[in-house]
């Protein structure tokens, strides 16, 4: 038989071993083409944030009235909780607390003012922390362990804002502590007191797993 022939059979016998392949036992059958991911554009990964002004109007803005069309903008872009938390800034007793905060030790120079709406007893409930920190002015001193290490002093007011219609201010804690030498590093210091205790006519509710508050300050039923 030439090379030709050969090559013919070869060919013949992988075709029937193929056929007969096919036709006994089970086929596993082909799994389906999954569709192609759309791309991730930016428009997608990210919400589009919302322009209330163009860069020239407000180019043409006093600095006043800058800041404020930029609150704006910034709020028309939170949501609802994020607003709701955020409004709280333009209440009073904000600016009170906030003013206390840096009244109540004077060396403590830092400031910050954060906020947590998250994981709330009540959804709609605020709790707003006033912080104040000493600067880089703070001893340096070796601990019990002989390594060098900077004085800490902190002062912190938590005002609980509610979930009542009017946002009231439901109760309001402060805390100091100091750690500003070797014996107070190790243990620190630390005062705690109650600045307005907990409003007793503000009251949380739950039933079925709804839950909601009543206060009468406000008139919230």
């Not at 750690?179 to 949380?204: H, L, Q």
Request: glycine content about 6%; charged content about 35%; aromatic content about 8%.
């Amino acid at each position: 038989m030439n090379k030709f022939g050969k090559l013919l059979v070869v060919s013949g016998m992988l075709t029937a071993m193929a056929f007969f392949a096919g036709c006994g036992g089970d086929k596993k059958p082909a799994e389906p083409v999954k569709p192609a991911e759309p791309a991730k554009t930016e428009a997608t990964a990210k919400k589009e944030k919302i322009r209330l002004y163009t860069d020239e109007q407000l180019k043409k803005m006093t600095p006043a009235e800058r800041a404020e069309a930029r609150k704006k903008e910034y709020r028309a872009n939170l949501t609802p909780q994020q607003l709701r938390a955020h409004l709280i800034t333009d209440k009073p007793e904000h600016t009170k607390f906030e003013e206390m905060s840096k009244a109540k030790y004077p060396n403590l120079k830092w400031g910050s003012v954060g906020h947590k709406y998250k994981n709330m007893p009540v959804e709609g409930e605020v709790l707003y922390s006033y912080t104040r920190t000493i600067d880089d002015s703070a001893p340096k001193f070796k601990d019990d362990k002989g390594r060098e290490v900077k004085g800490r002093e902190s002062y912190t007011i938590k005002v609980l804002y509610g979930a009542c219609k009017g946002q009231c201010v439901i109760e309001a804690t402060d805390e100091h502590v100091v750690k500003m030498d070797p014996a107070t590093y190790k243990k620190p210091k630390v005062e705690k007191s109650t600045i307005i205790p907990f409003d007793k006519t503000y009251v949380r509710h739950e039933e079925n797993g709804k839950k909601w508050v009543t206060h009468e300050k406000c008139g919230t039923k």
